[in-house]
């Protein structure tokens, strides 16, 4: 018996699995391709296309892609938001990182002023690091980081966008996350390509968020709201059952409280 309990099969069951898995992954090939079409109506609320979704991701998604503006699950869940919670107005200062081709037009034709940024592209108005953002204090009303924190030291970007953060203003985070684990999984001994994807489902990810990561936004001095995918968005818009888009505020400069003063009785 090998280590925890686990057989060690005879030789010649393993060769006959080796032959088997040729086998059944030719016939799985077969019946991905059958399912392609899915038949599917779903509706983009990006960019208004009704009809059949288009397979993505690794592992794949049979309709999670819009073949009309490319849109994915969480682009069409923050469009929702955008649409139900946004209020972006001509009023405010909108900072966008790893900015989605889909949402420029959008974004800056809703906000006074719209400015994307990221550390590595370089079609983008400002090359910045999340965790240390040369960015003065309160100087934007909302930030936009999709599917970024799980790429970063994300205790200092989230510190630093609050920084970055005018009082009432939001920040609105995806990021992959397993609600039913309690702590999130990194490992800083996962060094290659190849152990990250198997160990966070992409390469260049450094963990695998649990639940505790809303305890890590309330930390940085965030109120939570988490928007969520529920039916009937999920089969309308094709999104990903229970995926959360959260909506981080930074609480209101409190009123100043009035000093008291002694006076004299006369």
């Not at 592209?121 to 204090?137: C, H, M, Q, S």
């Not at 198997?198 to 990561?213: A, I, S, V």
Request: proline share 7%.
């Amino acid at each position: 018996m090998a280590k925890d309990g686990i057989p060690s099969p005879d030789p010649r069951q393993v060769r006959f699995a080796r032959a088997a898995l040729e086998r059944i992954r030719r016939r799985r090939v077969r019946e991905y391709e059958a399912m392609l079409a899915t038949g599917f109506t779903r509706t983009c609320p990006v960019c208004g296309y009704e009809g059949e979704f288009a397979p993505v991701g690794e592992p794949p998604r049979l309709d999670g892609l819009c073949p009309l503006c490319r849109s994915r699950e969480r682009h069409r869940l923050f469009k929702l938001w955008i649409d139900r919670r946004g209020a972006i107005g001509a009023d405010m200062a909108v900072l966008h990182f790893a900015p989605e081709p889909m949402f420029e037009p959008i974004l800056r034709g809703r906000a006074g002023s719209y400015v994307t940024a990221d550390f590595m592209r370089t079609k983008v108005d400002l090359k910045l690091n999340i965790e240390a953002l040369e960015l003065d204090d309160a100087s934007f009303d909302l930030i936009v980081a999709h599917q970024i924190l799980e790429h970063v030291d994300h205790h200092k970007a989230l510190s630093e966008c609050f920084r970055v953060l005018r009082p009432g203003g939001r920040m609105v985070v995806t990021a992959p996350v397993i609600e039913s684990w309690a702590v999130t999984y990194e490992n800083p001994a996962l060094t290659t390509a190849r152990e990250r994807m198997l160990h966070y489902g992409q390469k260049d990810h450094l963990r695998y968020f649990g639940r505790d990561l809303k305890e890590h936004m309330r930390a940085a001095g965030f109120a939570l709201y988490e928007f969520v995918a529920v039916e009937p968005d999920v089969s309308t818009h094709s999104l990903t059952r229970g995926e959360t888009l959260f909506e981080l505020t930074k609480p209101a400069a409190a009123p100043m409280k009035p000093v008291k003063t002694k006076t004299r009785k006369g």
